[in-house]
């Protein structure tokens, strides 16, 4: 379900009304430049750390690496609708590429909800039932979850590789097009797509959160024996994945239900713009996800920190046994006598 392409359906039935070309422009080029740059760095560098201490992986390692991966995918492509907004609705990039960025920002978005969803979950069943945490929670079981998660999206955000890239010749600018249909598709299947997602992708996810937040919250307040680690952990995962939640996910998923009903007409000119303009925004605050989740790595994450920490050492430790290895292979070099010789004798000639 693309917002994009509900802006575009809204300006169709609404040709007579002023467009937002430049608002929608100047916003999504400056926002998904800021994401590139921030979550390229923040999800590089999480990146980075979960790789080389893959050695000490926990359940919570599997989710905030696949988490990292699906972000870094995300934001590779964004540098593509960077350009796209600069020149003004003008895509140079091919018909793949355009079909590409379009499924990569679903996969991301829905990988991102149901990853926290899972860990959410799983950090419930680690401090309300903790013997049963044994048994259920694993590696491997954790590495199944998430190559099932990928699987899921992957497959069911197929759709968004049925429209490409098209030329727009009603405008008389002759633009190539992506991320907007022509005018002409109908939003049948826009509102079927929209609900199944709204109920199995959001609002389901969404209460399952809610119900584990709300008994960990109950059971660190019955409990205040619990470890000072693990209740900070805790508390940091609630706060990080519910802003994520409430500044990402819900706004865009009630404006594009709200945006649908809105197709069906009738409305003046004021409240088209202003429609258009909160579909730009949403959108916008829904591509920021990928910038929150390196928050969720740093301050929740099993030992993230002692992770940096460990490996800035170690890089340290091995920078000092090459520096030592390469003092005692000179030492040893045997052309290093002869030289010294050769520079005695000369001196005392």
């Not at 909800?113 to 929670?137: D, E, G, H, W, Y």
């Not at 899921?152 to 759709?159: A, G, H, L, Y």
């Not at 079927?192 to 709204?198: A, G």
């Amino acid at each position: 379900m693309n917002m994009e392409t509900l802006g575009n359906l809204t300006r169709s039935t609404n040709a007579s009304c002023p467009t937002i070309d430049s608002f929608r422009n100047q916003v999504y080029s400056a926002a998904y430049s800021t994401f590139c740059v921030f979550g390229f760095f923040g999800n590089g560098f999480a990146l980075l750390i979960l790789i080389k201490t893959y050695k000490e992986k926990t359940a919570f390692h599997i989710y905030m690496l696949n988490l990292a991966m699906s972000d870094l995918l995300f934001v590779f492509t964004l540098p593509l609708r960077v350009v796209y907004y600069v020149y003004n609705g003008n895509w140079f990039f091919g018909d793949f590429l355009c079909r590409i960025t379009s499924f990569a920002f679903y996969v991301n978005l829905y990988c991102s909800i149901f990853m926290m969803t899972a860990m959410s979950f799983t950090r419930f069943i680690a401090i309300v039932f903790p013997v049963l945490n044994l048994k259920l929670v694993s590696v491997r079981k954790t590495k199944l979850v998430c190559t099932g998660i990928w699987i899921f999206v992957t497959v069911s955000s197929i759709p968004f590789l049925l429209t490409g890239s098209h030329r727009d010749i009603t405008s008389g600018e002759n633009k190539t097009k992506c991320f907007e249909p022509p005018p002409s598709k109908k939003s049948s299947t826009l509102f079927i797509l929209n609900y199944v997602s709204l109920v199995f992708y959001f609002a389901i996810p969404f209460c399952i959160i809610l119900v584990c937040y709300t008994l960990i919250i109950k059971t660190l307040l019955s409990n205040p024996m619990t470890k000072r680690q693990t209740r900070r952990k805790a508390v940091w995962m609630i706060i990080i994945v519910m802003t994520a939640f409430l500044v990402c996910f819900l706004p865009y998923h009630i404006q594009r239900t709200v945006h649908l009903q809105f197709l069906k007409g009738g409305k003046t000119c004021e409240e088209v713009v202003f429609m258009q303009k909160l579909v730009v925004i949403t959108l916008a605050m829904a591509a920021s996800n990928c910038c929150f989740d390196p928050m969720l790595y740093f301050f929740s994450g099993e030992n993230f920190r002692r992770r940096i920490s460990t490996l800035r050492k170690h890089s340290a430790s091995s920078a000092k046994h090459a520096i030592a290895r390469k003092k005692s292979l000179i030492t040893a070099d045997p052309s290093n006598d002869v030289f010294e010789e050769q520079t005695k004798e000369s001196n005392e000639s």
